[in-house]
């Protein structure tokens, strides 16, 4: 296992070399086994010692490239509350502190509500407001940046491409994680070689979704461990797992904390036999610290503060029932002071060497901060961004199959109600009724199936953009992008069936008029949806859109006309949207001096001449450019607005 990934770990490394190297490689590869691994994004290496380490000469080096953890006075405040109520200020870690040895398997224990996943997001960087206190990374104050390099976090719930198999998932973060100078071939043996660690080969063409819970969680931890990171933090990696899988999982994870990674897991009370699997173990209780140290002294320290672990008792059952109060509420206090809150390093198995190793770091340490935080270039992360998009596009029977289906349904479904009413004199108002209601299917279809799938996609977005795999930027360029084809052709295909159906003008420029309108509106309602669905979870998205849609139709003209609007209400048909594309629809139809429309002998026909139609309804029909650039800047304006409020998002969650 260990020569597996330090395999994995060279061939990261070694994109570069020359053939000679590679020679040179493979004959070092017999000594593998003995020699610790070296991370290739560690915080403080750089390529050449990279290659030192590399070829397994330098002990010492490997040693230092490993990352110790130390924290003080670590407090979290959360505010609750709104613009609109008071704001409440809660103190949910209250100074704590700790050390996390390099190589060690730590876990953070504790009741439910006692701040184990606050203290994993504080040490991981990933909370950021209302944290104080200090974070030391080998005895230097932690450099975020640099450290978010060297580390990765592992979210509870398993954060994958349903649609994409292990392989291709494993795929994207290679050529995302990995510098773009790592060949296809060394990141298909890396993949290779994490997979089989990971006991997830045979899985390799499964789709994630299809996955077992141990397998999902177990492609999470492989999917960060691409990039081969010194420090791993796991929310819950075994909630949802029976025991065996949960075995599994620990078990795999002691393997990788022998390559010097420190790893640090939240957990839940732990059966006897996972609870001593770990190296070391930080006992939480309302926010203090009870216990750190070896997972083996806490029953001696149980002994010391006079709380002897009962014969036969899962010490970690008990350590949880002591801090939970249920031997009396000031037994956990008595236990915070003998730890001094985390700061006693008494029950480590060697306290002594962890002040020596800070020492000599605190002097050898040279991080540099000059280097970029992603791994690869803005044009790289696009390139593989879109091609999982539009893989994901072929695959996805709501985003792609049902939308191109609803939209064949809903244009013959209209096509037959207005069966041949755009060339009927006496269906003229039928007509009208019908070019709103294609406008209606446009946005509400576009911007609610947004609304519906794009929170699924936040989740996933805020896990992949905090461990680095892309920007933000190229992230919403790659969504942008790759709905843009699927847009046209439904946009097109429901065009073509309304348009001839309804026996709307044979009119080359007529057509295009009135498809480039319907494209527009479905890619600005795609862009209120994005921007719905970005702030909002689904159940509020799902409220606040088509409530919002009502002021828009109404302020579009259809209904009451634009000049019967009264003066103070007359700014509402500047926001709509649907104002300027139903203009623009109209103008296509009915504008650019369109003769008589036939008229049935026996019917009357009061608006066969469009010209009067247009007074009627309130159109004016030379506007058709103005409409156009009117949906320009509406698409522009919710673009970017889409974007901030994504990035607020990103940001405020942290
Ligand atoms: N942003 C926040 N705003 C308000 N309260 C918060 C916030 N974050 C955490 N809390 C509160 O802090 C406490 C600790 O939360 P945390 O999720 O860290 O607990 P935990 O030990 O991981 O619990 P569990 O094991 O049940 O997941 C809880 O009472 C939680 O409600």
């Known amino acids: 296992m260990e020569a597996v990934l330090n395999e994995s770990t060279n061939s990261h490394l070694g994109q570069s070399e020359s053939k000679e190297e590679d020679s040179n490689r493979d004959g070092a590869a017999a000594d593998a086994v003995l020699l610790p691994p070296v991370p290739p994004a560690s915080v403080h290496v750089n390529v050449a010692a990279e290659k030192v380490l590399f070829y397994g000469t330098k002990m010492m080096e490997t040693v230092q490239n490993s990352v110790d953890i130390e924290f003080e006075n670590v407090s979290f405040t959360a505010t609750q509350g709104n613009i609109f109520t008071k704001k409440n200020h809660k103190e949910i870690l209250h100074k704590v502190a700790g050390r996390f040895p390099p190589g060690q398997l730590i876990a953070i224990m504790g009741p439910s509500g006692a701040g184990k996943s606050t203290l994993l997001d504080v040490l991981s960087g990933y909370r950021l407001q209302g944290v104080n206190g200090n974070v030391y990374v080998n005895g230097k104050t932690r450099n975020l940046k640099q450290f978010r390099k060297s580390s990765c976090y592992i979210t509870q719930d398993d954060r994958l491409q349903p649609l994409l198999t292990v392989e291709e998932n494993m795929q994207v973060a290679a050529d995302l994680k990995l510098p773009s100078s790592v060949s296809s071939h060394e990141k298909n043996r890396t993949i290779d070689e994490i997979l089989v660690t990971l006991k997830l080969i045979e899985t390799k063409k499964v789709r ?48 990788l904390t022998q390559q010097g990674k420190t790893i640090v897991c939240t957990i839940h009370q732990p059966s006897a036999s996972l609870f001593a699997m770990f190296d070391q173990v930080y006992v939480l209780a309302d926010g203090y610290c009870l216990y750190q140290g070896a997972t083996n002294r806490l029953v001696p320290f149980l002994e010391d503060v006079g709380y002897p672990c009962p014969k036969y008792h899962n010490p970690a059952d008990y350590v949880i029932e002591l801090a939970c109060g ?79 289906g609803t939209n064949i349904v809903v244009g013959l479904m209209l096509g037959s109600i207005y069966w041949k009413a755009g060339n009927d004199g006496s269906k003229v108002l039928d007509n009208y009724n019908l070019l709103f209601a294609i406008l209606m299917h446009h946005m509400m279809a576009t911007m609610m199936l947004t609304i519906l799938t794009f929170p699924q996609e936040m989740s996933i977005l805020i896990k992949e953009h905090f461990n680095r795999w892309y920007s933000l930027k190229m992230y919403y360029t790659s969504v942008t992008l790759v709905d843009i084809p699927l847009s046209i052709l439904c946009c097109f295909v429901f065009t073509v069936i309304i348009y001839f159906m309804t026996d709307q003008p044979f009119e080359t420029v007529r057509f295009f008029m009135f498809f480039i309108t319907c494209m527009l509106v479905v890619l600005v309602a795609q862009g209120f949806g994005l921007v719905i669905g970005a702030y909002f979870n689904v159940v509020n998205g799902t409220f606040v859109g088509p409530t919002l849609t009502v002021p828009m139709m109404m302020f579009s003209g259809f209904g009451v006309r634009l000049c019967d609007l009264p003066q103070y209400m007359y700014w509402g048909s500047y ?24 008229c049935p002998e026996e019917k009357f026909c009061m608006y066969k001449y469009p010209k009067d139609f247009l007074l009627m309804v309130g159109v004016r029909s030379d506007q058709f450019d103005n409409d156009m650039i009117a949906l320009f800047i509406f698409l522009f304006v919710l673009r970017i607005s889409a974007f901030v409020v994504l990035r607020y998002k990103l940001f405020s969650v942290r």
């Open 208 to 255: 994630a979704a299809r996955l077992s819970g141990g397998q999902k969680k177990r492609l999470s931890i492989a999917l960060e461990l691409v990039s081969n990171p010194m420090v791993m933090f796991l929310d819950e990696p075994t909630t949802g797992l029976d025991s065996s899988s949960c075995t599994t999982c620990i078990t795999l994870l002691k393997q």
């Open 575 to 598: 926001t709509s949207y649907l104002r300027y594309a139903l203009e623009g629809v109209v103008g296509a139809i009915y504008g650019r001096g369109r003769e008589t429309i036939d």
């Open 326 to 404: 249920e031997y009396g509420t000031e037994k956990p206090l008595q236990m915070v002071q003998a730890t001094g809150n985390g700061k006693s390093l008494n029950y480590f198995n060697n306290p002594e060497r962890l002040s020596n190793n800070s020492k000599i770091r605190e002097t050898d340490n040279k991080t540099p901060n000059d280097d970029a935080l992603l791994p690869t270039s803005q044009l790289n992360q696009l390139k593989v961004l879109l091609r999982r998009g539009f893989l994901k596009s072929s695959r996805d029977e709501t985003l792609t199959y049902l939308r191109v």
